[in-house]
């Protein structure tokens, strides 16, 4: 099993810049990506950014060119900068990780999905 741990939100006035850091500790067989999700007061959860451990990343357009999302596969921990931040996105921020695991029958490359327990990013207009 994999626990994430996420760290760095807070209260910002917009324009201004935060840094998220999502630790993954415990039985780690092996991680494919890692990802940021939010979900916002009466909204459904929506995708900010993802990476592999390769480096591919993925954005949500809304984040586009404001958001770095970035992988450090040796700390198995994941970073979101975000820069020019808005109201809308205050949310709270879950990370996300895809990875692979072991059970009794052998160990596998990917069937894992794993969640951190949130932290409020609340930008200020």
């Known amino acids: 099993q994999v626990q994430l741990v996420e760290s760095g939100g807070g209260l910002v006035q917009a324009g201004g810049s935060l840094r998220l850091s999502c630790a993954g500790s415990?039985?780690?067989?092996?991680?494919?990506?890692m990802g940021w999700y939010r979900q916002a007061p009466g909204k459904q959860r929506e995708l900010v950014a993802t990476?592999?451990?390769?480096?591919?990343?993925n954005y949500a357009d809304s984040v586009k060119g404001r958001f770095t999302i970035s992988i450090d596969n040796a700390k198995n921990t994941a970073y979101l900068q975000m820069n020019s931040l808005k109201p809308e996105d205050t949310a709270v921020y879950y990370c996300?990780?895809?990875?692979?695991?072991?059970?009794?029958?052998?160990?596998?490359?990917?069937?894992?999905?794993?969640w951190g327990q949130g932290t409020q990013v609340t930008v200020s207009s």
């Open positions: 996300h990780a895809d990875s692979g695991y072991c059970s009794g029958y052998g160990c596998y490359d990917k069937g894992l999905d794993s």
């Open positions: 415990g039985s780690i067989y092996t991680i494919n990506a």
């Open positions: 990476i592999t451990t390769d480096g591919d990343a």
